[in-house]
């Protein structure tokens, strides 16, 4: 069984940075990628970044320049780094492992962002 465990949310006023970290039960490569997701209030789930066993990243048009995710293999943990938020970001952060053989992603327990304005 796969345990992800996010970390580093709270309350913090717009124009202002959090990091949210995912620490993995398990090597992150064995994963094919590591994703953020979001889910606002009365919204569905979003994508809001990802980053492949090669590298790669991707975010979504929302948080472009303003977010980054990378990682650390040696600890298993992949990090979230938001900066300029905006209220707008208000969401519950999920850390997310996909396992594209059997189109099954492994969920962590989520971590709240609020972001004051």
């Known amino acids: 069984q796969v345990q992800l465990v996010e970390s580093g949310g709270g309350l913090v006023q717009a124009g202002g940075s959090l990091r949210l970290s995912c620490a993995a039960s398990?090597?992150?490569?064995?994963?094919?990628?590591m994703t953020w997701h979001r889910q606002a209030p009365g919204k569905q789930r979003e994508l809001v970044a990802r980053?492949?066993?090669?590298?790669?990243?991707n975010y979504a048009d929302s948080v472009k320049g303003r977010f980054t995710i990378s990682r650390d293999n040696a600890k298993n943990t992949v990090y979230l780094q938001m900066d300029s938020l905006k209220p707008e970001d208000t969401a519950v952060y999920y850390c997310?492992?996909?396992?594209?053989?059997?189109?099954?992603?492994?969920w962590g327990q989520g971590t709240q962002v609020t972001v004051s304005s």
């Open positions: 997310a492992a996909w396992v594209a053989s059997h189109s099954l992603y492994y």
């Open positions: 398990r090597n992150i490569f064995s994963f094919n990628s």
């Open positions: 980053i492949t066993t090669d590298g790669t990243t």
